[in-house]
Structures are given as structure tokens and as C-alpha cells.
């Protein structure tokens, strides 16, 4: 009876593991909050504690947003010195058009607390504000979203720049907020030993994405020392998930169309091959790329002057053409 039993509780929990089902949050049926509007964004705040500070947060809704559909979350976490507003722009995910599971999405973009060096930054970087719990922050979005709004819980995700590309990392590497996101997309990320040094304790395979380009200056592609801390390479990191997800082989290598991509500037490597729970790693090598998040156009802040990093352009948008694409394709 009790081995029965046992076996029973192991293929429940086996078919969990595999779920793709729907996990519908608490918020799905409540009317929508007074002054949140469906197609624009709305600020959010929470409020100071006895040891971390008010936050705030930017939150976009989807045109199409209906409260017994449940949506996809996606965070977009600005660079060192960024901030919500230009991450927004940046990184384009208020878009109605971008859909996950046939449904417009509910675009999140966080700000970071000031740093030693009084700029913006996100948890782990050799500036981030000492004692700044930025997961919790992650933590209490996501359950203060998902009370409010009709949420797909099997489905939020994590995009970020830079700092917040290596924050993005630190969240993949922390299993008590990883086991809260499906995927997860690093772009021009720094990489910082400091809390990143290939010992990543994560209890799960994860689906990566990761961009960079050659001629990132900022965030090396082949690492080196900024801030008075050593940067891992983008190789590295690459293959330090390659590790953990458990996939064989070397990756498969493919270019963007050449209507798109004449010179073929941009590499995509594709690791896929066996990977635990189809936690594929995909790179793109973005040959004379900057430190920048790969679009065709720039974005507001740069007036319309090509200059340097976010003010240059590549041959493709990884927002709609690479980045929803990958994260539609997976959920807890
Ligand atoms: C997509 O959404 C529909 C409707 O909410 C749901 O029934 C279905 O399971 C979802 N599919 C996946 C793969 O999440
Ligand atoms: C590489 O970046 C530097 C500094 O941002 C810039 O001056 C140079 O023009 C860039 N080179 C290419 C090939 O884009």
C-alpha cells in the first residue's frame, strides 16, 4: 500500500515537473485598480521598511489586457545608471503586438537604488548599494502583480542591460526567486565575480538567452576588469549554463538571413543538444556590436544622433524577433 502510495506521489510529482498548464494568479477575475489603464504605464511604488528602502516600478498593461485571461510578465532591468523610463524605450516591451500564449504581455521595468558611486545600480555589482535586497524587491513585484492583475504565473520572465543582465544572472543563480521565472535574457551584460564566478547555485535547468556585442566596451565580450572588479567572459558565462543544463556537444551555429543580415555580423549559437528539461543556451555574437540592446532604431534618448552604445544600431530587434519568441516557448 505505501510503496503504491510512493509511486503514485512520484508521478504526480513527475507530471508536474512537466506541466505547461496555466497557473492562473489570485488577481485573475478582480476589476482592475482605479487609474491603471490597458495600452499605457503606470508607476508603482512600495513602501519603505525597517531596513530596505521604497521602491518603484513602472508597469505597463496590454492594450487587449482582460482580467480573466491570464498574462505573461516580463521584467526589463535597466543598466548602471539607467533608470525605468529610458528602459522602457530601451527595450521596447510596451508593445500590444507582442504576444505570449496569444495573449499581450504586462511589461515590468524596476529601478535600482542608488549606488556607492550615487548612479543607479542593481544587487551584486562592486557599486550596488550595500544591504539593498533587490531579490526581495523581485520577489514582492511579482506577488503584488500578481494579486492585482490576471497573471500567468507559469509564466513571468527576466530580461536586463548590463548591470541588469548580471542581475538577471543573479536571479537565474538563486533558486528561491529562479524557481519564479520561466526564462531569462541577458543583454550586454556585466558579468561580475563578485557574484558571479561559475559557482552558481541553481537546483534547476534554464532556458538563457544572451547577447553581446565584439565591440562592447563597457561590458567586455572577453571579460577583463571595470569598476575595480574582474568581468567573467561572455564564453564563459555561456558555457557555465551550457554546464549546469547538462546539454552535450558544441553549439550549433547559424547566421540571421542574409536579406537581414548581408555581412552576417551576428553569430547565433545554439546549445540544444540533450539539455535537461529543453533548457536550451542560445548566444548571439554580435560582430562589431556595442554596448547597446540590439535594434534597427534608436531609441528617444538619443535624439536622432548616432553616437556610441545605446545610441547605435544592429541589423535586427531583439525584442519582438528574438527575445518574446524565446521566452513564449517556455513556462515553470
Ligand atoms: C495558452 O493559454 C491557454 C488559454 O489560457 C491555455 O489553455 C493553454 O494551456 C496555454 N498554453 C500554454 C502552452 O501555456
Ligand atoms: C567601437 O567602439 C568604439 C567606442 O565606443 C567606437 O569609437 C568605434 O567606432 C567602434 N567600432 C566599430 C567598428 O563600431
Redesign the pocket.
Known amino acids: 500500500m505505501g510503496q503504491y502510495l510512493l509511486l503514485y506521489c512520484a508521478s504526480v510529482l513527475a507530471l508536474a515537473a512537466f506541466s505547461?498548464?496555466?497557473i492562473p494568479s489570485s488577481g485573475c477575475g478582480k476589476v482592475i485598480p482605479l487609474g491603471i489603464v490597458p495600452g499605457q504605464t503606470t508607476p508603482f511604488q512600495i513602501a519603505a521598511t525597517a531596513d530596505q528602502p521604497v521602491r518603484h516600478y513602472n508597469v505597463w498593461i496590454p492594450a487587449d489586457f482582460q482580467n480573466d485571461?491570464?498574462h505573461a510578465v516580463v521584467f526589463s532591468f535597466h543598466g548602471h545608471n539607467g533608470d525605468m523610463a529610458k528602459q522602457e524605450d530601451l527595450s521596447q516591451f510596451s508593445q500590444s503586438e507582442l504576444l505570449i500564449?496569444?495573449?499581450g504581455i504586462i511589461a515590468v521595468y524596476p529601478q535600482g537604488i542608488l549606488g556607492t558611486d550615487k548612479e543607479s545600480a542593481w544587487q551584486g555589482a562592486p557599486y550596488s548599494a550595500a544591504g539593498v535586497d533587490d531579490i526581495l524587491f523581485v520577489k514582492t513585484m511579482i506577488s503584488t502583480l500578481e494579486d492585482m492583475f490576471c497573471v500567468?504565473s507559469?509564466?513571468i520572465y527576466a530580461a536586463g542591460k548590463s548591470n541588469g543582465g548580471g542581475f538577471v544572472n543573479l536571479l537565474a543563480c538563486t533558486p528561491s526567486i529562479a524557481a519564479k521565472i520561466a526564462a531569462f535574457a541577458t543583454v550586454s551584460a556585466a558579468f561580475y565575480t563578485t557574484t558571479f564566478n561559475g559557482d552558481c547555485p541553481t537546483n534547476r535547468a534554464l532556458p538563457i538567452l544572451d547577447f553581446h556585442g565584439t565591440n562592447d566596451t563597457v561590458a567586455q565580450y572577453n571579460g577583463g576588469h571595470s569598476h575595480g572588479a574582474t568581468e567573467v567572459s561572455v564564453d564563459t558565462f555561456r558555457l557555465g549554463w551550457v554546464s549546469r543544463n547538462g546539454c552535450q556537444g558544441g553549439p550549433a551555429i547559424s547566421y540571421l538571413p542574409t536579406e537581414t543580415d548581408p555581412e552576417q555580423l551576428v553569430e547565433i549559437q545554439t546549445w540544444n543538444t540533450n539539455c535537461l528539461a529543453d533548457s536550451i543556451v542560445v548566444g548571439y555574437k554580435i560582430t562589431k556590436g556595442d554596448h547597446a540592446w540590439p535594434r534597427t532604431t534608436l531609441p528617444k534618448k538619443c535624439n536622432g544622433v548616432v553616437s556610441t552604445h545605446d545610441c547605435t544600431t544592429t541589423v535586427f530587434d531583439a525584442t519582438p524577433s528574438v527575445i518574446i519568441p524565446f521566452f513564449n516557448k517556455y513556462?515553470l
Do not use: L
Request: hydrophobic share 15%; aromatic share 0%.
Open positions: 505547461t498548464a496555466v485571461r491570464p500564449n496569444h495573449s500567468d507559469s509564466r513556462t
